[in-house]
């Protein structure tokens, strides 16, 4: 049972190109968590979906950023036009229900860098 | 003030002490994660705790949800055990992190 996958691991990217990347869940989990790792800081929330719904996009920037979840395929978080200060990890993760209880499992990451 | 506050931000210890990282939080929670991250970046899933206390292997993660604290003991350390110690509370279904604990076990 393969976990939470994350692609590219490391993804390098000019101003104003589009960064996309991809999180597939754990088999059977319908939620998936967006989170970002600014340098040396915390993890913060961006978005959580599930399959074809964006149910909370309360930590996801105004402009630029769009995230989705297709009833087939991976999560895509996708940056437009990205700029030096999207430099960061995005985390995913997976559960496979909303309970509060439940476990969230983690990808090992996407390291963005914008030159 | 921060939701989630850990301390200490750093600590840096011999080989075969006995760790506690410790966590506070000021809001409803129905579950705490300590999660590690390696210097790689990677994140693993260390505990999730709603009451009581929890053990895996040298690892051993308690909680006291009346004085809203939890804390992460490591026993006999190692070099291994050196990563950032993160401590998240779930709150609804959002998690809110603290800014995590650096650890470094010298030889």
């Known amino acids: 049972n393969a976990g939470v996958m994350q692609n590219p691991r490391h993804l390098v990217r000019r101003r104003g190109q589009e960064a996309r990347l991809r999180c597939s869940p754990m088999k059977g989990h319908s939620h998936v968590y967006w989170y970002r790792q600014l340098p040396e800081e915390g993890l913060k929330f961006m978005v959580y979906l599930q399959k074809e719904n964006i149910i909370d996009e309360s930590g996801m920037p105004k402009e630029r950023f769009s995230a989705e979840f297709p009833k087939e395929g991976p999560s895509i978080l996708r940056i437009q036009q990205v700029v030096r200060g999207d430099s960061a990890a995005y985390f995913c993760?997976?559960?496979?229900?909303?309970?509060?209880?439940?476990?969230?499992?983690f990808g090992p990451g996407t390291r963005l860098t914008v030159l | 003030k921060n939701e989630v506050e850990q301390s200490p931000q750093n600590l840096t210890a011999q080989e075969g002490e006995f760790i506690t990282i410790n966590c506070s939080y000021s809001v409803g929670i129905s579950a705490l994660h300590w999660l590690q991250q390696h210097p790689g970046g990677g994140i693993v899933s260390l505990f999730m705790?709603?009451?009581?206390?929890k053990k895996h292997g040298r690892l051993i993660a308690t909680i006291n949800i009346q004085e809203k604290h939890s804390s992460l003991h490591i026993t006999a350390s190692h070099p291994r055990d050196s990563a950032v110690y993160i401590c998240a509370v779930r709150s609804n279904y959002q998690l809110i992190w603290g800014a995590g604990t650096k650890l470094i076990i010298k030889p």
């Open positions: 993760a997976s559960s496979p229900w909303k309970s509060s209880y439940n476990e969230q499992f």
């Open positions: 705790l709603s009451s009581g206390k």
